[in-house]
């Protein structure tokens, strides 16, 4: 017997796949004209075999450290539902000379994270990372510090701030990503794993109906 929260699941799912109809598919040609950057709420696509239905749209803005001037650079985030597993997800694009797209693996915490020498680190130690810009070890892997930058991030007309700290492994192909959002005179902080996807792997195949 599955759980409530199961079946609400599946139930889900079946709406939203009974929804691609073949009126809404789009053509040979327009799958491979398009791109995810043509994607919209309530659309699906296809990555590694899963068919995806995007929920949101969001979109990061890099800023000036102090956030009073906004720059020309934007991130932008697909919440997406996985209509195979009910898993939800995020897939990021942007473009840096050309376009780059990668998909969220895992969010973790400070307490999987090391230095290289095998000590803990927290959120009092990304100063010093940055300044000497060191390495972060995560499940065995070691990442380079690369970037850190502050952004402008939007979501249903709201704006917050938050400040990106970006690592790369370039032997396994992973990005890590610790963000510190500001609120008040506070700061949260989430740390995604994540994998960069070829943009020609990502399938717009549908015009959906918005969300159900």
């Known amino acids: ?60 803005q890099e800023a000036s450290e102090d956030y009073s001037k906004l720059m020309d650079y ?9 209509l195979e597993t009910g898993a939800v997800g995020h897939f990021e694009w942007e473009i840096d000379d050309e376009l780059e797209v990668s998909i969220t693996l895992d969010q973790t915490k400070f307490k999987r994270l090391t230095d290289d020498q095998g000590e803990p680190i927290d959120e009092d130690d990304l100063d010093q990372i940055v300044a000497d810009e060191d390495r972060i070890v995560y499940a065995g892997e070691t990442f380079e510090y690369d970037d850190d930058w502050a952004a402008v991030y939007r979501r249903d007309g709201k704006e917050e701030q938050v400040y990106m700290y970006e690592f790369v492994n370039d032997r396994a192909s992973m990005f890590l990503t610790i963000e510190e959002w500001q609120d008040g005179d506070k700061e949260e902080y989430r740390i995604y794993i994540s994998k960069p996807v070829t943009p020609a792997e990502v399938t717009l195949i549908s015009r959906g109906e918005g969300e159900p």
Do not use: H
């Open 74 to 82: 934007f991130v932008t985030e697909l919440t997406c539902l996985c």
């Open 1 to 60: 017997m599955i759980s409530v929260s199961e079946q609400k699941s599946f139930d889900q799912r079946f709406s939203l796949i009974r929804t691609l109809a073949p009126d809404k598919v789009l053509s040979r040609e327009e799958q491979t004209r398009l791109t995810i950057m043509d994607a919209g709420v309530g659309d699906f696509f296809s990555c590694f075999g899963s068919t995806y239905f995007i929920q949101e749209i969001n979109t990061y």
